[in-house]
């Protein structure tokens, strides 16, 4: 599976932006769970939320919590993170992953990953 991240950019504290990800290759995409993962400079990859394969129910960290939102169409091969209410402090190179087992926020079970988008936010 191949994933291609885009979407970011630089938006102003209080605003809101939205990144995608586009899954390619001989894989059917429904079956992966898909998580959002993020690393600022200097501090490791941190989780955001996921989205389950089966049911599409979704699971966030607290930092994020009511602010992002992640959803997917399995007919585009996309999953997306909107993003509400940005702080500075969510400013990072954001990353998709694609798990094929595991329902995890240990980014040692995904099994793909996107190269990240930069999202910047100006305070």
């Known amino acids: 599976v191949q994933l291609q991240a885009s979407g970011g950019g630089l938006v102003q504290a209080g605003g809101s932006l939205s990144v995608s990800c586009a899954a390619s290759?001989?894989?059917?995409?429904?079956?992966?769970?898909m998580g959002w993962f993020r690393q600022a400079p200097g501090r490791e990859r941190e989780f955001v939320g996921f989205i389950r394969r089966i049911g599409g129910s979704t699971y966030y960290a607290d930092p994020v919590k009511g602010r992002f939102t992640i959803s997917r169409d399995n007919a585009k091969n996309t999953v997306y993170l909107h993003m509400n209410s940005l702080k500075y402090e969510d400013t990072a190179v954001y990353y998709c992953?694609?798990?094929?087992?595991?329902?995890?926020?240990?980014?040692?079970?995904?099994?793909?990953w996107g190269q990240g988008t930069q999202v910047t936010v100006s305070s």
């Open positions: 290759g001989r894989t059917t995409f429904s079956r992966y769970t």
């Open positions: 992953a694609a798990s094929g087992n595991a329902v995890s926020i240990t980014p040692e079970d995904y099994d793909f």
